[in-house]
């Protein structure tokens, strides 16, 4: 061995590297020594600095702070008691989600969802239903005038959550020709009614006698007499009655009433709602059942208060939104969900006067309802206009704008609030670039940490959607599952759920004055002394 070989070998191991501790201001001058990437890391972590400078201020002008997490817990709902039988009236399209967000779910929906995931990891349909919260509930009726919706129904009903979970098959609805039948049955304490429109009032009302607890799907009456009808039974029984407007669960919702019991928007004056759609099945021109004739559909059963009776026709079983005689048109079916939420939001009632007008452009395929809409809700008790603009035959989305004098709200899924640039509270701090008007002031992200002062592009284009999950607990969840679940937690332990038999009224109250101003071509007014629509 060499005397250089054996210098190396005869060496002490080095010591271990002492733990360094580097500071921001390290990590500057360390960054700036390194060609073009330590500028511009520098100018990176600056710009940071002086946006979360700029974040507290705006934060701390709005009195909110930007830590309100915006992950609600698990659940608002109590434990649930006693089992309660349902039984589901109608087991359409919105009967078979009903169903769903109750806990069960037809073994092919199962698969399709599957598949959905496998196709698209982002789709939560599937996550969201099996993680729904056991609302203690069994399916012991099922109703519907078409013998394979009915079928379906009764599938459905021997397979939910829990039976997914490993717990096995449940035994089952009966199935009940007339609804008067199910009502009648001692097995059942509470009804789901998701029937075309001109059914709601009196299935309602037979249930409220029949000492059945009701939730009913929007619209809530075809007819404003119908409305006074069921208000007045609802009011004066001891019955659980909900209006299926989940968009009452919506988190974006509750913080947006927050946003403007803060103030933060100044006065409002303007509320821009809007609905657009741009396909068949948008349009209501379902897909006909191979299966569907007069030996599977009982018409005449079907057909009921309609006010005018015709023979026998596919079109209008499948496709009853698209015609009064079974439906409210654009305005019941969906100026009443846009609505709700602004009633929400602002807490509106019905509006002194309605003017609404449109007509059939596009779909002239027989329907009397119109595609194109428009009705503008005047409040001059509060200096306040509501507009609402919708068209069957164009995509583009169009949020929900609250318009404050100095600032802007759009509301979706999520929200974002935007300053004006002539804002009078907000003018200093937009004047020494602390607030920039083309950005939002904050946005609002269900499910993520909490307020956030900016936002991108992409960020923005999601706040717009107006989907059908909120956020429980850091999970999509179902805002019909949260719906079904406060009526059944009033009905267990009382008090009255979010969309009672009040807010159903002034909700039907309001789009019937739409369609009835549309219809006749006037102006329509509210007599709040009279509670009368003149």
């Known amino acids: 061995m060499s005397e250089e070989e054996n210098k190396n070998t005869n060496k002490k191991p080095k010591k271990k590297a002492e733990k360094v501790s580097l500071t921001r201001r390290d990590v500057l001058k360390g960054l700036a020594t390194i060609p073009v990437f330590g500028p511009f890391f520098y100018a990176l972590l600056r710009k940071k600095r002086l946006d979360d ?19 609600l817990p698990k659940t608002t709902l109590k434990k649930p008691g006693a089992l309660i ?5 109608g087991f359409g ?32 349909g599937l996550e969201a239903f099996l993680n729904q919260e056991d609302l203690n509930v069994v399916l012991t009726g099922i ?18 959550a829990r039976q997914i979970g490993g717990y096995g098959l449940l035994k089952g609805a009966k199935r009940y020709r007339h609804y008067q039948e199910m009502l009648e049955s001692s097995d059942v304490d509470a009804v789901i009614i998701a029937t075309p429109d001109h059914w709601h009032a009196q299935m309602t009302i037979d249930a409220i006698n029949a000492g059945k607890h009701v939730y009913c799907e929007k619209c809530m009456t075809r007819t404003i007499e119908e409305t006074y009808s069921v208000a007045e039974a609802v009011k004066n029984s001891g019955i659980v009655f909900q209006l299926g407007h989940h968009g009452r669960q919506q988190e974006s919702y509750v913080k947006a009433k ?9 006065r409002i004056t303007l509320v821009e709602l809007t609905t657009n759609r741009n396909s068949p099945n948008g ?34 079983f499948f496709r009853w939104r698209c015609w009064f005689d079974y439906g409210t048109g654009l305005s019941g079916d969906l100026l009443s969900h846009e609505f709700d939420a602004a009633n929400q939001i602002l807490e509106l009632g019905i509006p002194k006067s309605v003017v609404a007008s449109g007509g059939i452009y596009y779909f002239q395929d027989g329907r009397d309802v119109p595609d194109v809409f428009q009705a503008v809700l005047e409040y001059p008790e509060r200096d306040l206009t509501v507009v609402y603009s919708a068209t069957l035959a164009n995509g583009r989305n169009r949020g929900k704008l609250f318009m404050g004098h100095d600032a802007t709200m759009e509301v979706g899924y999520s929200l974002s609030v935007t300053a004006d640039w002539e804002s009078t509270r907000y003018k200093e701090k937009i004047r020494n670039r602390i607030i920039n008007t083309s950005l939002p002031l904050f946005t609002y992200q269900p499910g993520l940490k909490g307020i956030d002062t900016v936002t991108s592009a992409t960020e923005r284009y999601f706040m717009t959607r107006g989907l059908m999950y909120t956020m429980k607990g850091g999970r999509p969840v179902d805002a019909t599952h949260l719906h079904v679940g406060e009526w059944l937690d009033c009905i267990r332990n009382g008090g009255q759920p979010s969309c009672n038999i009040d807010r159903g009224f002034e909700e039907a109250i309001t789009c019937h004055m739409a369609t009835l101003s549309y219809l006749e071509g006037r102006k329509v007014e509210w007599d709040p002394v009279k509670m009368q629509v003149v």
């Open 258 to 266: 927050q946003i403007v019991e803060k103030n933060i928007l100044g």
């Open 53 to 71: 400078l700029k974040k507290q201020e705006i934060l701390a002008e709005l009195g909110i702070t930007g830590e309100v997490p915006a992950v």
């Open 93 to 124: 399209g919105r009967g078979e989600a009903l169903v769903h967000a109750a806990g069960f779910a037809h073994p092919d929906w199962i698969e399709r969802k599957k598949k959905d995931v496998r196709e698209n990891k982002l789709d939560k």
């Open 143 to 160: 109703c519907d005038v078409f013998d394979v919706r009915a079928e379906r129904g009764i599938a459905a009903s021997k397979n939910n």
């Open 85 to 89: 039988r349902l039984g589901i009236i």
């Open 283 to 316: 349009a209501w021109v379902y897909a006909i059942h191979e299966e569907g004739s007069p030996e599977t559909i009982d018409w005449e059963q079907f057909e009921g208060p309609a006010p005018h009776k015709v023979p026998f026709n596919l079109e209008r």
